[in-house]
């Protein structure tokens, strides 16, 4: 895996020897890339375009968050086991280490033909190049009554980590010994695949310390678990035994959120004391309004060598908002392999160079199943020209053996290298 990753590193270094040259013919005297979105596509992808242009390209990241609160981990603040301190971090590195123009605003609007974006604001920033990094959007309106139960503030997704991260782990607070926590999971595609069934571990390992008479229902959407399944299975078997409930083929039609009701398509109804609704997801709007969301209305397609879209030229996507290739996760680790190609792609193309013509991401997705045990899945992806896509390597991943407090450890080590690699 580690020789694998190095091997696309290399593939990286090439174009960070050559960023000391002088641009070829053709390319703009002084580039300028606008990256949308500060998230762990976008940020990353302003980080390494100025790392790898040696500062030659000019970068404004938008973002209008003043700080990164990441969605790996948070889990763990939902259950009581991090602070949202934890998963907090800051822009400042970006600007003062990387020279990259954080501006704090959202993106109203993309004019693609004239390569320019409006502010909310107002102002206007005209761009060679566009990185767009928006992240997800919810379809609020596939589920009856989920719009008006979210905004009473009585139905909660928690799946941009944020305030209601913060505000699930206080209705879990609330909860009395012996209330039911119920999740409800969208069909796939959605964000972070084992998400959810993460969530759901470490919301049982809380209530095995502090309500033992509690319960969690998981109501699957999908026909089996998405992700890890047979670990996941045996950890809620052997750690939880007669907590966790897990109901397949349960596809969301309703929700009820003063009765605290559920209703799906075929299933029967179901009432808990906590509904956490994920709602079905699509692109952040921005791709949506700018025409870029070709796929089913849903995604934006892009061409893989270099992630633009297949709408619009010189228009980058990457991260969630993306129609995936196949085997690749929406996931923060993909979303920053995602960037780390992007920016090289880009800054070939504004020196006139050559485009990697053989590009690799790599994934790994570290879920908790209680507050030290993890287990992992991992994969490295490598860009086939003649299918014009990315495809697993045979062999290159895999999933942990057995859930350990080893790999609990390295889990932690992942995000402070991840948010290292995003953000410093
Ligand atoms: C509970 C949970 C656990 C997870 N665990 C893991 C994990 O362990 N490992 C892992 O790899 N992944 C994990 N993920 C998935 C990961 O969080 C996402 O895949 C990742 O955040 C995607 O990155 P992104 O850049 O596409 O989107 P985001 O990180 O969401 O960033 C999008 C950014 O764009 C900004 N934005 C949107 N619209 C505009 C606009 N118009 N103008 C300006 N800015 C805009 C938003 O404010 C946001 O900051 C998890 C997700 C959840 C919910």
Redesign the pocket.
Known sequence: MRRRHLLGAAAAGTALSMAGCAAGPGAPARARVLV???????ATAAKYVRLLSDRRIDVTL????RS?V??????LVIAGMKEMADITLGYDALAARHGVRVVH????AVDAARKQATLAGGATIAYDKLVL????DFLWDQVDGLRAAHDEGRVLH????GPETLALRRQLEALPDGGVFAIAIPEAPY??PP?PY??ASVVAAYFRRAKPRSKVLILDGNPDVTSKGPLFKKAWAELYPGMIDYRPQHKLAGVDGRTGTLRFDVQDDVRADILNVLPPMRA???AVQTGLANANARWCQVHFLNFESTAAKDVHV????IQVAQGMP??????NSHAKVTAAAIVAELSGWEVNPHPMLT?V???FVDDRHVIHVASVHEYEKPRQSFFTIGGSGGVSDVRSDLEGRYAEAWARNIWADTLM
């Open positions: 949308v979105g500060g998230g762990y596509g976008g938008v973002e209008p968050n990164f990441s969605c790996p981990v948070s889990n605003d959202t993106v109203a990094a928006p992240g997800i928690a799946w941009k980590a964000r972070c998400g993460e969530r952040g709007a921005l990457i991260g969630d908002a929406k996931s923060g680790h993909m979303a994934n997705c570290m879920s």
